[in-house]
């Protein structure tokens, strides 16, 4: 029996390897095109220049790939859009958007407390997220990909959304 | 081990044409595509229905969302050479001096098992799956008649379909990535147990030994417990599973009951290409009562082989595999996969005197109808 430790380990060092890659949770190109789609259904001030969209994570994580291949292509309200990476919530400035990675999701609550009448959306991607101040949050439910909506978190950033999404999304109170 | 080798050889490759002419359409087929369609033009709504990939572990029972069907056919080998006592191997003449007075031996015995499986979504809940198999199994074998010297005994394979296994997935708990499914089904005995030899003394037909015979004779409940975590690129999950065996079938005897825990990991390195890797502990009992038709208790066969032998069939195995899963990435035809799975036993306790397995080996075409993709 002794003799085949050292195989079980190889296959323990397997699959330990494998955990350590959990976090990519949801198609990045997917949440890419719901949040484009999603900038549709929101009324945002007229008077924004350049429509931002903040990455709370690092600039090497998928989702940051995709925005920036979204961005180079696609305008809100005819304004150009750009994509910024912060390592620390604490360095995120004036967006549109933030969008908080699954690794950084321990400070949603932080930023959703300084975002009140900014006109951002917060967005997550994490369970039970839109709980914690996310706006809109996006979850992997039955193999498919789904999002949370936090009417109320949008009205406490000085933004209303169209009773279209409302009616698409999982309604967080 | 060189018909071992013959099969494996064939099917890998038979696998491997179908999956390259399967990509090969669907690569210029994806390409003529992939120019039309501007993907951040698609509707939430239809966002909302398109499948996200997920990686997979081979062998862990995993659920199916609504609509969705997963057919596979899988053929599996298993060859088994010899005997042990225990832990310990023996040789043809320590089984022929055994104290239990053996007078048969089986140098080596192969399982070759076709099996198909469908599984259907009823509910995001609730996924239904029907498996069966037709199987070949052989086995060589010696005998040592009024202690003279060793001869080939001529045994036909039994040839036929298994026992229908019938199960449903409960998807009981769901959060974020992680679920636990419970599954409950039962065995049906649709597998012969009547696979006959004919008695090389005073000839005729008696039922060949248990390993030889294709289902079990009865129904038998199968009850599962299933911890799964996946995502796009990873999964693992733990499980239990058991088949219990309640009554005698109709020549006697029931097998014993199979408890099995399993842990595994699977990882997806490319959109087409993943590896899995599993452990597996696998406790079974002896036969209960006696095969009344069987070789063994034959007037002129009082000590037969220790395949014979009811008392002799309960084991415990611990056994890594590992696996590799090549999987059409985009298309019509997408969730198209071959799968090779390589199993080995790295530790086999048999109580009395049986042939332990030598590996297992599965190669298998799957494919997954139902799911919805962006054309990436």
Known sequence: MKNYIKYVLVLLAFMVVSFSSWGQRLDPKYETIFIYQITKY????????????S??????DPIVKELRKMTAVKK?????????????ASEVTDSRMIFVTYKNSASIPTIAGKLTGKKTILLAEKAGMAKQGAAINFINKGGKMKF???KGTVTKVGLKVSSSLEKLAILIS | MKRAYNILSSIALLLFLVLLLLFGVNTIKAQELETEDDIYSTPID???????????????PHPHAKGFFHIKYSRMIMPMTGFQEGTTTLSQDQVFNHPDNFSGYAPDMMMD????????????????????NYSIIRMDSMVMLMGGSPMPMPMDPSKGIGDLKLMLNINAYNRDVTSVLFNIGVAIPTGSIDQQVMTMMNPRMVNKPYPMQLGSGTWDPKVEVVYLGSTMRSSWGVGLKSVLRMYDNKH????????QIMAGAGHNWAKWFATTARLDYVTWGNVRG????SIAIQPDWEQASPNHRADLRAGTRFEASAGLVFEVPKGTFKGVAAIFDYRYPIYQNLRGVGMPIDYHFQVALQWIVGEKHLKD
Do not use: Q
Request: hydrophobic share 45%.
């Open chain 1, 42 to 53: 929101i009324e945002w001030p007229a008077d924004m220049n350049t429509f931002v969209i």
């Open chain 2, 46 to 60: 239809k966002l909302l229905n398109l499948t996200l990939d997920k990686a997979s572990v081979i062998g862990l």
């Open chain 1, 76 to 88: 809100v309200m005819g304004k150009t859009m750009s994509v910024k990476v912060f390592k620390n």
């Open chain 2, 252 to 259: 006697g005897y029931h097998l014993g009951n199979r408890y």
């Open chain 2, 113 to 132: 098992m076709n099996m198909f499986m469908v599984m259907y979504g009823l509910n995001d809940l609730m996924t239904l799956m029907a498996m069966t």
């Open chain 1, 55 to 60: 990455v709370v994570g690092n600039e090497d």
């Open chain 2, 290 to 293: 006696k095969d009344e038709t």
């Open chain 1, 148 to 150: 949370e909506l936090n």
